[in-house]
């Protein structure tokens, strides 16, 4: 029902910022949380950021610090997840996922509480 496909990865030095978004097919998108996860190699999938489907809700992982700000335009079906300070633990392949709800919202970091999932991009931090 939804496909979601991810840009703006790429390789930067420590300390620089990175841009991503996600861009959400159908005409429901401000029905859905959007969420980004991230996977390391040999590592487990950890959750990163979520925002509600009107955006007034945000929450974060702890070990973004300050440093990541998600957001979303629902008239441009777009996600957004702005990395700043970037540092070699934040390489990954990042991933957009998407999660409806009924009249009860609740927050979550669960990968398997999610419906739909991008493809991933990549993000290398050199040191």
């Known amino acids: 029902q939804v496909q979601l496909v991810e840009s703006g990865g790429g390789l930067v030095q420590a300390g620089g910022s990175l841009r991503l978004s996600c861009a959400a097919s159908?005409?429901?998108?401000?029905?859905?949380?959007m969420g980004w996860f991230r996977q390391a190699p040999g590592k487990e999938r950890e959750f990163v950021a979520a925002?509600?489907?009107?955006?007034?809700?945000?929450y974060y992982a702890d070990f973004v610090k300050g440093r990541f700000t998600i957001s979303r335009d629902n008239a441009k079906n777009t996600v957004y997840l702005q990395m700043n300070s970037l540092q070699p633990e934040d390489t990954a392949v990042y991933y957009c996922?998407?999660?409806?709800?009924?009249?009860?919202?609740?927050?979550?970091?669960?990968?398997?509480?999610?419906?739909?999932w991008g493809q991933g991009t990549q993000v290398t931090v050199s040191s």
């Open positions: 159908g005409r429901t998108f401000s029905n859905y949380e």
């Open positions: 925002i509600s489907g009107s955006g007034r809700i945000t």
């Open positions: 996922a998407a999660r409806s709800y009924g009249l009860g919202y609740r927050e979550t970091r669960r990968g398997d509480e999610y419906d739909y």
